[in-house]
């Protein structure tokens, strides 16, 4: 009779073995169990023609046997209806290649100000950044522009609540920049501009690229030079710059610089309205009064100031006239433009 169970018990847990993987242990139940003909239940017969001194010891290891089995077979069908849950409805070929995640890509404007960034970068330029929401004081009083000055405007500024407005240019980077360190400075500030202005070359917010070199002996010469490298850098060798007089508050001189037409190389065409040229941003000597405002001394030190339109870059190597395009964000838009290579 021992032997019988210790028999049993080794073929229930080979059989056992084999069923698990497969989930179907109804099998084993029957041949186990069932009270007609399961092996349990005939050893029981069988137990009670046992003379009564064996019963206890024998008793005890069947009962062992039975519980053991029970339980073993309840465990394998718990798990097998687990596992039916998350078994796929229908064979799959499981070596077949997944479907790939949908990968976003960089936004069009991101893409040309980081290669903006690497032309300066290059030539030894730092990246600073300031706030967006600014002070009348950055954005506009030590950039020496006056209480009656156009931009000041309620028509071109957003102004909020706690004499705070959005800044509308990068220029208060410069104030900023100047005030925490001490020259030599080269300086480039990436970021967010805002004015209330809205047509096909004008959105309410933009980006804008703010350079500022200051040391002793900086001259219109290093700016020129520094205009012509970067505009070459962006767009090709053979782009010529113009710079064209003209007024910012706090450069002297200031200036407007153009490139030669990226169309038409000058000659004159529908891009650059007749005239060869395409503008591209201001810049000029910091004035010394803006010197003066964070404590430089205007005879020891000079520097040189610029700005551009990152945005207005971007469309003109995509060849998109309106501005707004790249801010609506459709899907449509930005697939075509990821589809024409970049840079
Ligand atoms: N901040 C000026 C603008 O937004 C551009 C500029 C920058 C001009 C630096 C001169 C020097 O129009």
Same mark, same amino acid.
């Given at each position: ?25 109804? $099998? ?135 004499? %705070? ?19 030599? %400075? ?91 040229? %395409? ?50 964000? $459709? ?13």
């Amino acid at each position: 009779m021992e032997n019988k169970i210790r028999q049993i018990k080794q073929s229930f847990e080979e059989d056992l073995r084999a069923a698990l993987p497969t989930g179907r242990l109804a $099998d084993i139940r029957i041949k186990y169990l069932s009270r007609r003909q399961g092996m349990i239940p005939s050893l029981l017969q069988e137990f009670r023609g046992l003379p009564s001194e064996q019963k206890p010891a024998i008793g005890r290891s069947l009962n062992h046997l039975k519980q053991h089995i029970e339980e073993e077979i309840r465990k394998g069908e718990n798990h097998a209806r687990t596992a039916d849950r998350f078994r796929p409805q229908e064979d799959f070929d499981i070596t077949l290649p997944g479907v790939p995640p949908a990968l976003g890509s960089i936004h069009p404007i991101s893409q040309i100000q980081e290669i903006l960034e690497g032309i300066f970068l290059e030539m030894g330029y730092s990246i600073e950044e300031g706030p967006e929401v600014e002070t009348d004081f950055y954005n506009f009083e030590a950039l020496h522009m006056p209480k009656d000055h156009p931009a000041r405007d309620m028509q071109d500024t957003f102004y909020l609540p706690g004499g %705070l407005l959005l800044r509308t240019h990068t220029s208060p980077v410069q104030i900023r920049t100047m005030k925490k360190q001490r020259p030599p %400075l080269k300086i480039i500030a990436p970021g967010k501009a805002f004015r209330r202005d809205s047509d096909i070359s004008h959105s309410p917010m933009f980006h804008q690229l703010e350079g500022l070199v200051v040391d002793e002996g900086i001259t219109f010469g290093d700016l020129k030079g520094t205009l012509e490298h970067l505009c070459r850098a962006v767009f090709d060798e053979g782009t010529r710059v113009r710079l064209r007089p003209s007024y910012f508050p706090f450069v002297e001189p200031g200036a407007e610089y153009d490139i030669s037409c990226l169309v038409c190389d000058g000659k004159g065409c529908r891009s650059c309205g007749s005239t060869g040229w %395409l503008e591209m941003g201001g810049a000029g000597m910091v004035h010394p009064e803006v010197f003066r405002t964070v404590g430089l001394d205007p005879e020891k030190f000079s520097g040189f100031a610029f700005g551009l339109g990152i945005d207005r870059i971007a469309m003109l190597r995509y060849g998109i006239d309106d501005i707004r395009l790249f801010f609506e964000n $459709d899907i449509r838009f930005l697939r075509q433009i990821q589809d024409c290579g970049g840079y």
